[in-house]
């Protein structure tokens, strides 16, 4: 789970409560569903987020719901940003995969290192949430006074985003003493190399150009030119992405963020070309709010209390909404709330995620629980009930019963079984693969239990024998005859080792299970690599070929650093049906 | 009276007059020592015989003692090199002397540091002087090695030699001392009576057989007697694993509670495990990084078409007057992708949409216990595949109140009691909830599951148009908490100490 980390000590400053001691702070949090992880070097608190409410990645917006929750803050705050000076003009150049910009200018901001350590954080934060590791989204943040945009429209500068070739113009990146190329930067600068994924495909790189030149390539780095400081009195926010939505609303996080530090929020115009959109003309931030109808009766039964409208529309207010009583619906009793929703709200889809806003604000742990009062019927599938049954057997049969992860790797499964996938054997079949595994230990489904087994007693030599191993386990085999193209079988395999055992130990016990399942058995001989030619049969169940038994080869034992014989068998658990 | 064979061979041998040792009673009946103490006890407690002890100490010399004994001590062989070397005069080299003493290894210390001790001369600063007073015919501990030469586990009153040098050779490692408790029979006024009246010897059998059985023999016999308290040989059986037992259990317990068992495939299609779940094709748990795709095979045959086409609706524009999509990419070729599924909410897609069993009427209760896949690291906590208990109810007009109830009857048949509900955030319901509860042992508020009630954007898709709540938690948890274990790698899968599975307690 991602965290967020919070000074408790600016927590007190925004919410204006200073008597709040950690510990009541972290309860607190706890409620807004920010789980207490622990503390950094600096004494802020690691909170644990659900990446639900982006817009509490930050201490501002942690201390707006908290202000909420206290009842200090009611209804919605929506900022009234002065009208655009500045313009973003998106020209034709601008790669396909990432047309999308947006931007705002924030004014008289009093960053100190905290404030701005924060807005860093929150930056971070979105790029890894909403921003998909900044391939949907991805934020610059720019020192205004370092911008020249040429007064293209009268008096109204304007920055250009563009495409531009990989090896054109030269910019000094941030963390950089050197002009480099988008293509160097992706090459030579460690924060170019983590995201040159991104753009590496692309035929033309995005930039954005003042009158001076490039000073920023998104999604991978600003230049070092228009960089923030603690300096910085007007900033510069754009954003570029692969959806405007994505964008607008991260926008709109960051300016309520420093629009709570004091800054005074200024609109800017963004122009696209004529092209598909038909040069569409946009202007950001986006604070238009937007509602929900939300009927009554829904919040009663959902929350399973009942509610005086009033109380609706306090708890409504009480998590920053805003709530309106509407008499509605044609038999005119059906209540229903028009329900406002603030702009930097990114996960209300639903009116449903409103009646979850309702109950937090109302306390969920204070609702009094219930058993529901509807009968049905339990039982157990058909499936589970013959393992079960056969387990039973097995074990009573002086099996320990054995749980075995389903990935294995090659190696394992067929190798050191001395089999291979397209040997016209019992245990062999092509495999289900993993892509792109990880771990060389577990690169497909096993194909047969045996090997999970033999890998156990390799593990174990030094525990008391006799090791009797049985598990009913799950096999996968590539299938084109199954919809999702791989046949799932159990099996139930079995091995005894210990100094004495032999094939008849293993046929007496196969027998007996046999018997109890009132199946019939034979076991005409035949070869298998895995065991001693000559002392190996197929399991013939019903007179179908189900299974192979026999004393397992030396060559496998000795594989498996064993030195006791081990005999065994393996055979479709369907077998027994 | 009848006594058996042992006790009436004792009882002849032993005497009123005088107390006989326990080897002098064995010698004489020719039973084993052990036999014979065993059968003076119950002798003892029929009041036929008394038995007194006493501990003798024994001495013998140790293999280094028997050296000395022969070749002489070292301080004495060093003291008359030294003599011979005219060190009486004046101080000779020490080298000199030790050469010509024939000492060799570790006696050549033994000697220098007893050598001025028992006052046979002193060394200084690498030479030798000898006493020419000294006698080494008078030293006490060469005499009493010498008088004990030859002796083997004597009674230590039976020699003679001083306790003080006795404790002196013992200092030194040239005796050993052993004490042994002595056992002596002496027979009572009733064993005298017995004996006069006539004991017989009662026959004890060691097996029971089928002639002795048949034959009606078992009647006049007496079974000999076994050590029942003796440790038998070590039997390990068979057993259910752990887990399995546990998981088991949490199948008993929602059977009880109405639910009925679902079952599907391990590797299916993501539109199954993910997209039916309303989770955005971006999100990032199903990125490469987290779930394990398959290599081969890739895609699913068969979607339901007009569901697929609902699901990408509901992503897409969302549901409801009110609904909103996702401002996310959405791909039917990403969605027929195959992967080894990362929750068992794919069974509960499966069985919603109708495709498992047909339509399902509410109310209903449905769960599993099964297995899942997360690309996650193999730690102490994680595996990369575990069981995941999932469980869901479909009624009319479901409240949250409904959920806590439920879940508070499940968890407390476990044993945790008094659960939090922490709100919280799934893509596929709402309100959702993280389950926290206290650890039996520790008293730490742990997760112990993630719960909530399934959206609209899901449930419509599927063509349910009443309420399901659903919760889910991994097995391995649930047994972590209830048995303490500390290492899930020891206990689930090919790394498992069989040990430990044999160890560990049986619950119920």
């Known amino acids: 789970m991602p965290t967020v980390d919070i000074d408790p000590d600016e927590l007190r400053e925004l919410t204006g409560r200073e008597e709040k001691s950690d510990d009541e702070l972290k309860d607190d949090l706890f409620g807004l569903g920010l789980e207490y992880e622990g503390q950094t ?109 040429s007064a293209a429209t009268e008096g109204n ?48 790189y995005p930039a954005i150009y003042d009158d001076l030149g490039l000073f920023s390539f998104p999604p991978v780095i600003n230049g070092r030119r228009t960089e923030v400081s603690t300096d910085s009195r007007d900033l510069f926010v754009e954003m570029t992405g692969t959806d405007q939505w994505t964008i607008d609303k991260m926008l709109n996080i960051v300016c309520y963020a420093l629009a709570a530090r004091g800054a005074t929020l200024e609109e800017v115009r963004v122009e696209y070309p004529n092209g598909e959109s038909g040069g569409r003309e946009l202007v950001r931030p986006d604070l238009s709010t937007k509602t929900k ?144 595994p990880y771990s060389e230990d577990y690169t497909m489904l096993r194909t047969w239990v045996t090997p999970s087994l033999l890998m156990v007693l390799e593990r174990n030599t030094h525990r008391a024998y006799p090791q009797n191993l049985a598990e009913i386990g799950f096999t996968a085999a590539v299938d084109d005859s199954e919809n999702t193209g791989v046949a799932e079988r159990r099996r139930v395999g079995a091995v005894l080792a210990s100094h004495e055992a032999g094939y008849e130990d293993a046929k007496a016990r196969l027998q007996a299970l046999c018997r109890r399942f009132d199946v019939d058995l034979e076991t005409p001989p035949t070869d298998h690599p895995t065991f001693i030619s000559g002392r190996t049969a197929s399991v013939m169940i019903d007179g179908e070929a189900v299974g192979v038994i026999g004393e397992v080869h030396p060559k496998v034992l000795v594989e498996h650093d064993l030195e006791v014989p081990v005999a065994g068998f393996e055979f479709d658990l369907e077998a027994l049906r | 009276m009848q006594l058996k064979e042992s006790q009436v061979a004792v009882l002849e041998a032993a005497s009123a007059d005088e107390a006989t040792s326990v080897d002098a009673l064995a010698g004489a009946t020719d039973l084993p020592p052990e036999t014979v103490t065993g059968a003076a006890f119950e002798l003892e407690e029929e009041g036929l015989v008394a038995i007194e002890e006493r501990v003798d100490e024994t001495i013998s010399l140790t293999d280094e003692g028997t050296t000395y004994a022969d070749e002489r001590l070292p301080e004495v062989r060093l003291y008359e090199a030294a003599l011979e070397a005219g060190a009486d005069d ?19 210390d033994i000697a220098l540091s007893n050598y001025a001790r028992k006052g046979y001369g002193s060394i200084d600063s690498g030479e030798i002087t000898a006493d020419p007073d000294a006698d080494p015919s008078a030293d006490a501990e060469a005499n009493a090695l010498e008088a004990l030469s030859g002796v083997d586990d004597a009674p230590v009153d039976s020699v003679d030699v001083d306790a003080e040098t006795l404790e002196e050779l013992d200092r030194r490692g040239l005796l050993e001392r052993t004490e042994s408790t002595v056992r002596e029979v002496t027979l009572s006024e009733l064993g005298v009576t017995e004996l006069m009246a006539g004991v017989e010897t009662a026959e004890t059998v060691g097996q029971v057989t089928p002639e002795l059985l048949t034959s009606g023999e078992w009647e006049g016999v007496e079974f000999a007697e076994y050590n029942v308290e003796a440790d038998a040989e070590r039997f390990e059986g068979g057993r259910v694993h752990i887990l399995r037992q546990t998981a088991d259990r949490v199948k008993d317990v929602l059977v009880g509670m109405g639910f009925q068992e679902m079952e599907g495939p391990h590797v299916d299609a993501d539109f199954w495990i993910n997209d039916c779940l309303f989770m955005p094709q971006d999100h ?161 508020l742990v997760e112990i599951g993630n719960s909530g009630i399934f959206r609209e954007e899901m449930l419509e898709p599927l063509g349910v148009e009443c309420d399901v709540m659903a919760w889910g938690l991994a097995l391995e948890r649930l047994l972590m908490l209830m048995y303490g274990f500390e290492d899930i790698r020891d206990i689930h899968g090919t790394l498992c100490d069989l040990e430990l599975l044999r160890e560990t307690e049986v619950t119920y």
Do not use: C
């Open chain 2, 90 to 108: 004046a101080p000779v080299s020490m080298g000199q002397v030790i050469g010509a003493s024939g000492l060799e290894g570790p006696q050549v």
């Open chain 2, 284 to 444: 990032p748990a199903r990125t490469h990084w987290d779930r394990f795709a398959l290599e081969e095979p890739t895609h699913i045959d068969d979607l339901p078409e007009d569901l697929v086409e609902r699901v990408e609706r509901a992503h897409r524009e969302g549901v409801g007057d009110d609904g909103e999509g996702y401002h996310s990419p959405w791909d039917e070729d990403f969605a027929r992708a195959l992967a080894l599924r990362g929750h068992t909410t794919s069974l509960s897609t499966r069985y919603l949409s109708g495709e498992e069993i047909g339509e399902i009427e509410p109310p209903a209760r449905f769960f599993s216990v099964e297995k899942v896949y997360r690309n996650d690291t193999l730690d102490p906590t994680h595996l990369l595949e575990f069981f995941q208990i999932e469980g869901w109810v479909m009624a009319e007009d479901l409240s949250v109140r409904d959920l806590m109830g439920t879940f508070e009857e499940f968890y407390a048949q476990f044993g945790i009691t008094d659960i939090e509900f922490k709100p919280h955030y799934n893509p596929y319901t709402e309100p959702s909830f993280e389950l926290f509860g206290t650890h039996p042992t520790t008293g730490e």
């Open chain 1, 293 to 436: 109808s939300v009927s009554h009766d829904r919040i009663e039964t959902i929350l399973g209390i009942d509610l005086d409208p009033d109380e609706v529309i306090d708890l409504a207010e009480r998590s920053g909404l805003e709530a309106e009583k509407r008499e509605g619906g044609a038999d005119g009793d059906d209540l229903v709330y028009v329900v406002t929703i603030p702009p930097y709200r990114v996960d209300v889809l639903h009116p449903l995620d409103v009646i979850d806003d309702l109950g937090r604000a109302y306390g969920f742990n204070d609702l009094e629980p219930k058993y529901p009062d509807v009968g049905t019927v339990g039982g157990r599938h058909e499936r589970s009930r013959l393992e079960d049954s056969v387990r039973t057997q097995l074990v009573g049969l002086g099996f320990e019963d054995l749980l075995n992860f389903h990935m294995i790797s090659e190696a394992e499964n067929f190798d050191r079984l001395e089999i291979a996938p397209d040997d016209e054997v019992y245990g062999a079949g092509e495999p289900p693969a993993i892509k792109g």
């Open chain 1, 157 to 204: 500068p304007t920055i250009e985003y563009v495409g531009v070739e990989p090896d054109g113009d030269r910019f000094v990146p941030l963390d950089s003493d050197a002009e480099m190329t988008p293509a160097e930067v992706l090459e030579d600068h460690q924060t170019g190399q983590t995201y040159a994924d991104l753009v590496s495909e692309y035929e033309r």
């Open chain 1, 41 to 149: 070097e600096d004494g802020a608190f690691e909170l644990e987020f659900a990446p639900d409410r982006l817009d509490r990645l930050s201490v501002e917006g942690v201390a707006r719901s908290m202000r909420y929750q206290y009842g200090d803050a009611r209804g919605i705050h929506v900022p009234s940003p002065n009208s655009p000076e500045w313009t973003i003009v998106v020209d034709d150049s601008v790669p396909e995969e990432r047309p999308y910009v947006t931007g705002a200018v924030i004014r008289d901001v009093d960053l100190d290192e905290e404030s701005l350590e924060s807005l860093i954080q929150l930056q971070e934060k979105l790029h890894a949430t909403m921003g998909r590791k900044r391939a949907k989204g991805a934020i610059g943040i720019h020192d205004l006074t370092m911008l020249k945009g």
